[in-house]
């Protein structure tokens, strides 16, 4: 039996930047179409065109812009890529900025994806640190009677996959946060430990920074009015700030053992210089002694008695041990030793 066929996003062109280009009817692929074509794709009726580019060139924007008559402000901030997540309505289109994140090589990496939509089209444009969106394009065409819903969900079921990527970036650092607590109170600390504890707290900080006004963007999304949404899918909406709201705990909680971790690390770092403090003390106290006197008799006084005894030296150096001795144990019974 033959294994049924694998939709995948394929640009029909090779224009760089261009990720996929299709248009879709009642929830179902139509064809995959050249961007000089999708603005009379998207004014047909039932028909709606989904864009996908990545870290596009002012050229291609410029394109995109004559097809669905973009906003030249929204088409400015898709270029720049440096934007804070919101969104913005430009007569009947809205212009959506939502940030994403990776890790890469141990640090947070940041991107941006910038979301026109409007009756009858959806464009993303990707910058910088992101998952490919293909996997959000074929969960929508697996499911044809949601994709059917239009541009609106399709807004929505980008948002929603950009919030679950966050999830993989706390799992990891949770994973090294825990690897770290482990081995705080060991006695031989990594040197680069502490270092490494405050760059995931800054990481943490900035993806917070990140998340967080995305629950504000929802917020505006689930409003009555807006074009092209739907009150129907205002619940979907309500969900994604759900899932913002969870990961913001979640990072909150992050920040908390980390900094939990990194005072941990510092005291104990501490504890140990004070223990190699006092080990130097009661150390160089016990030399004293015999610094001390050797001291005296290297003064080179004839007149010292014991110079003439004859059991001079061994009862000197008899003493010597003695409070040598004597010294070592009452440091070893304050445990400095």
Not at 7 to 21: D, H, I, R
Not at 193 to 198: K, N, P, S
Not at 251 to 268: D, K, W
Request: aromatic share 8%; proline share 5%.
């Amino acid at each position: 039996m033959a294994k049924p066929l694998k939709l995948v996003s394929v640009p029909s062109t090779n224009t760089p930047g261009v990720v996929a280009s299709a248009v879709y009817a009642g929830g179902r692929r139509v064809m995959e179409i050249p961007i000089e074509e999708a603005g009379e794709w998207s004014r047909k009726p039932g028909h709606v065109v989904w864009i996908g580019l990545h870290e596009p060139s002012l050229d291609l924007l410029r394109k995109v812009q004559a097809e669905f008559g973009l906003h030249e402000l929204a088409i400015e901030d898709a270029l720049k890529a440096h934007q804070r997540p919101k969104v913005e309505q430009y007569g009947e289109a809205l212009f959506v900025v939502a940030r994403t994140a990776q890790m890469v090589e141990g640090r947070i990496a940041f991107g941006e994806t910038h979301l026109f939509v409007g009756r009858g089209y959806v464009v993303s444009v990707r910058h910088g640190a992101s998952t490919t969106y293909t996997p959000v394009r074929e969960r929508c065409e697996a499911a044809p009677k949601s994709l059917s819903e239009g541009e609106d969900f399709i807004l929505y079921a980008i948002l929603d996959f950009i919030v679950d990527n966050y999830m993989p970036v706390i799992e990891m650092i949770q994973e090294e946060v825990e690897g770290i607590e482990d081995g705080i109170l060991s006695a031989n600390q990594p040197q680069g430990q502490i270092v490494r504890l405050y760059q995931l707290r800054r990481d943490l900080l900035r993806l917070r920074n990140a998340a967080v006004p995305l629950v504000e963007v929802c917020r505006r999304l689930e409003q009555p009015g807006l074009p092209g949404i739907d009150s129907t899918l205002h619940p979907l909406f309500r969900d994604v700030s759900d899932h913002i709201r969870r990961v913001q705990e979640e990072i909150e909680s992050l920040r908390e053992v980390l900094a939990f971790a990194f005072e941990s690390s510092l005291m104990t770092g501490q504890a140990q210089q004070n223990e190699i403090t006092r080990k130097l003390a009661a150390w160089a106290a016990i030399l004293a002694v015999p610094t001390a006197v050797a001291g005296i008799y290297g003064m080179n006084f004839d007149v010292l008695p014991e110079l003439h005894w004859d059991y001079g030296y061994p009862l000197v150096l008899a003493f010597i041990a003695v409070i040598c001795s004597w010294l070592y144990w009452r440091f070893r019974r304050k445990q400095w030793l």
